[in-house]
């Protein structure tokens, strides 16, 4: 089987708030504790290799995990937050009268971010680095972002991206994905520190 968890990053201060996007927001007091939970509900589970978006949030929450278990955490652009181009760093209230915005949530099949990328985009390069990743690295735990993670689920489960919303994805929580069968083992498996 090529297992690979996906994790959210932690809980920061714009969570809900604010489009984040690729900003180098730190995880709040919160997200830290979830990702030292993380860390602790992990123990047992076989984890090969850590790979983590480059956010600070996303390298922040895959850590404590490394220190754990003694891994290093390498780096992968591919598992990074979706471009969200002009959305980047609007509130929510804010984006909620732009029509581009609208938009963009109701075809993500299609849509791009204004001056940024398309979920389908997104989706394919962090698919593709999952699917490049060595036996010997796997089961792999990759540390990412709620439509990121969102977007593989769907591909993986042949869904349109415009049904994505359907699948929740909380900080910090996991999901699992067996590549080689296609399954979607676990969806959005939350930790509570």
């Given at each position: 089987?090529?297992?690979?968890?996906?994790?959210?990053?932690?809980a920061?201060?714009?969570?809900?708030?604010?489009?984040?996007?690729r900003?180098?927001i730190?995880?709040?007091?919160?997200?830290q504790?979830?990702?030292?939970?993380?860390?602790?509900?992990?123990?047992?589970t076989?984890i090969?290799?850590?790979?983590?978006?480059?956010?600070?949030?996303?390298?922040?929450?895959?850590?404590?995990?490394?220190?754990r278990?003694?891994?290093?955490?390498?780096?992968?652009?591919a598992?990074d937050?979706?471009?969200?181009?002009?959305?980047t760093?609007?509130?929510?209230?804010?984006?909620?009268?732009?029509?581009?915005?609208?938009?963009?949530?109701?075809?993500?099949?299609?849509?791009?971010?204004?001056?940024g990328?398309?979920?389908?985009?997104?989706?394919?390069?962090?698919?593709?680095?999952?699917?490049?990743l060595?036996?010997?690295?796997?089961?792999?735990?990759?540390v990412?972002?709620?439509?990121v993670?969102?977007?593989?689920?769907?591909?993986q489960?042949?869904?349109?991206?415009d049904?994505?919303?359907?699948?929740?994805?909380?900080?910090?929580?996991?999901?699992?994905?067996?590549?080689?069968?296609?399954?979607?083992?676990?969806?959005?498996?939350?930790?509570?520190?």
């Amino acid at each position: 089987m090529k297992i690979v968890i996906l994790a959210r990053h932690g809980a920061h201060a714009e969570v809900g708030h604010v489009l984040s996007g690729r900003s180098e927001i730190a995880l709040s007091p919160r997200g830290q504790a979830e990702a030292v939970a993380l860390a602790q509900a992990l123990d047992g589970t076989p984890i090969a290799s850590l790979h983590a978006s480059p956010r600070r949030r996303a390298r922040d929450t895959a850590a404590p995990l490394g220190e754990r278990r003694g891994l290093a955490v390498e780096i992968a652009p591919a598992l990074d937050e979706i471009d969200f181009g002009a959305f980047t760093g609007r509130s929510f209230a804010e984006l909620d009268s732009d029509p581009d915005w609208f938009r963009w949530n109701a075809e993500r099949a299609t849509a791009r971010c204004p001056d940024g990328e398309t979920m389908a985009e997104a989706s394919a390069r962090a698919a593709g680095y999952l699917n490049s990743l060595a036996p010997d690295r796997l089961p792999a735990l990759c540390v990412s972002h709620c439509d990121v993670i969102r977007g593989l689920v769907a591909r993986q489960l042949g869904l349109g991206f415009d049904r994505m919303f359907a699948l929740e994805c909380d900080p910090a929580s996991r999901t699992t994905l067996d590549l080689d069968s296609g399954r979607l083992v676990a969806l959005n498996e939350r930790v509570r520190p």
